[in-house]
């Protein structure tokens, strides 16, 4: 069964800082094209960054420069490092996956995504 659970989220000022982890199960991670895609109220979804199977990331320009993308395949787990946080990030962020595909272009491509985590910045 395929699960992914977010966590580290929270409320910070801005310019702080907030690590949000996605722990994956019923999958390889390194297999996969992951991500982490952003929802605020009232706003459409915005893909944040993506990181393909061979390691390869892509930022929204929003956040590029500020988030970075990691993950830690002998853990299964996905990190999202976010500095110089701004208020316009405040949003719920997910974390999402693409079984066995090398990349993910939009937030349409992935095929799985977890609960959610709450970031607030004020």
């Known amino acids: 069964q395929v699960q992914l659970v977010e966590s580290g989220g929270g409320s910070v000022q801005a310019g702080g800082s907030l690590r949000l982890s996605c722990t994956a199960s019923?999958?390889?991670?390194?297999?996969?094209?992951m991500g982490w895609f952003r929802q605020a109220p009232g706003s459409e979804c915005e893909l944040v960054s993506t990181i393909g199977s061979d390691g390869t990331t892509s930022y929204a320009d929003s956040v590029k420069g500020r988030f970075i993308l990691s993950q830690d395949n002998t853990k299964n787990t996905l990190t999202l490092q976010m500095n110089s946080l701004k208020p316009e990030d405040t949003a719920k962020y997910y974390c999402?996956?693409?079984?066995?595909?090398?990349?993910?272009?939009?937030?349409?491509?992935?095929?799985?995504w977890g609960q959610g985590t709450q970031v607030t910045v004020s």
């Open positions: 999402a996956a693409k079984r066995g595909s090398e990349w993910c272009y939009s937030l349409s491509d992935f095929d799985s």
């Open positions: 019923g999958f390889t991670l390194g297999d996969s094209a």
